[in-house]
């Protein structure tokens, strides 16, 4: 065909060719970002984040909750909570074995959700210590940039926050959540509903700052009433310093450098501990 012809072929088939419903699926945007796409958008937010991971050999976390409103120079304990997220972050990193690959794997990797504030603290801590550390961010309408301390590799944005929860929980090998707001408060109870329930396996969850806690979640008040079993309250243990915190992790049972996370099938392992089942 001569470029004659192209070019009257063209004349000819100018609409079809510039419909909608002639480019690919994989780079007609309005078609992915549409209602029927919602699956796939989910998966995506799944496999992109697994891949980094995996390409870095994390095996498994510890997470670090807490405000994003918390200041190193703030009001009140605020200057407090801050150091001792970041003091955190480094000696988890130093002594849980995130600073080096084992096995061809890496364990207890600080995980934040990546902003400011506690979280940005906690990776700060990593950062300083020389491990890697992961920042897993969520669009919100007022953007939240992720914090200058996580690992840019291991920096990730999330427009579901089901998929957050999910990449948030499913490597963890213990939890500290520092004094929030409603969304530490969402992601705590989302945690202990998974363990209460056995969707995971059972976690060392340290509450940081027990005057705290004590004064805005009342445990016993809730095993009192019936809404929880007494034996529930145990889920969760209390800490006033980093050190402590850690301490409290090991003694509940957090392995520094696990071969494999409790009730993990070791077959693979390059693969990972087995996600939570949500």
């Given at each position: 065909?001569?470029?004659?012809?192209?070019?009257?072929?063209?004349?000819?088939?100018?609409?079809?060719?510039?419909?909608?419903?002639?480019?690919?699926?994989?780079?007609?945007?309005?078609?992915?970002?549409?209602?029927?796409?919602?699956?796939?958008?989910?998966?995506?937010?799944?496999?992109?984040?697994?891949?980094?991971?995996?390409?870095?050999?994390?095996?498994?976390?510890?997470?670090?909750?807490?405000?994003?409103?918390?200041?190193?120079?703030?009001?009140?304990?605020?200057?407090?909570?801050?150091?001792?997220?970041?003091?955190?972050?480094?000696?988890?990193?130093?002594?849980?074995?995130?600073?080096?690959?084992?096995?061809?794997?890496?364990?207890?990797?600080?995980?934040?959700?990546?902003?400011?504030?506690?979280?940005?603290?906690?990776?700060?801590?990593?950062?300083?210590?020389?491990?890697?550390?992961?920042?897993?961010?969520?669009?919100?309408?007022?953007?939240q940039e992720p914090n200058a301390y996580s690992t840019p590799d291991l920096t990730f944005r999330f427009h579901y926050f089901a998929m957050r929860k999910m990449h948030l929980a499913m490597r963890a090998n213990a939890l500290l959540v520092f004094p929030g707001g409603f969304g530490t408060f969402d992601e705590l109870f989302e945690l202990l509903t998974l363990c209460q329930t056995g969707k995971s396996r059972a976690l060392p969850i340290v509450l940081f700052d027990r005057a705290f806690w004590s004064k805005v979640v009342n445990m016993e008040a809730l095993a009192e009433y019936g809404l929880i079993g007494p034996s529930d309250t145990s889920l969760v243990t209390y800490a006033d310093s980093a050190e402590e915190a850690w301490s409290r992790m090991v003694e509940i049972g957090l392995d520094a450098y696990s071969h494999g996370a409790p009730g993990q099938d070791n077959g693979d392992e390059t693969a990972g501990p087995a996600p939570v089942s949500i």
């Open positions: 065909m001569t470029q004659e012809d192209d070019k009257k072929m063209s004349s000819i088939n100018g609409k079809q060719m510039a419909s909608p419903s002639f480019r690919l699926p994989a780079l007609d945007q309005d078609f992915l970002l549409g209602d029927s796409m919602r699956g796939v958008r989910f998966l995506l937010e799944y496999a992109k984040a697994e891949e980094a991971l995996r390409a870095w050999a994390i095996r498994s976390t510890i997470v670090v909750f807490g405000s994003a409103r918390v200041r190193e120079d703030g009001p009140g304990p605020q200057p407090h909570w801050y150091a001792e997220a970041r003091n955190f972050g480094r000696i988890a990193s130093e002594r849980g074995g995130a600073l080096e690959v084992r096995d061809g794997l890496r364990d207890n990797v600080i995980a934040t959700g990546g902003g400011d504030g506690i979280m940005g603290a906690a990776n700060r801590g990593a950062a300083e210590a020389g491990a890697p550390s992961i920042g897993f961010n969520i669009t919100l309408p007022h953007e």
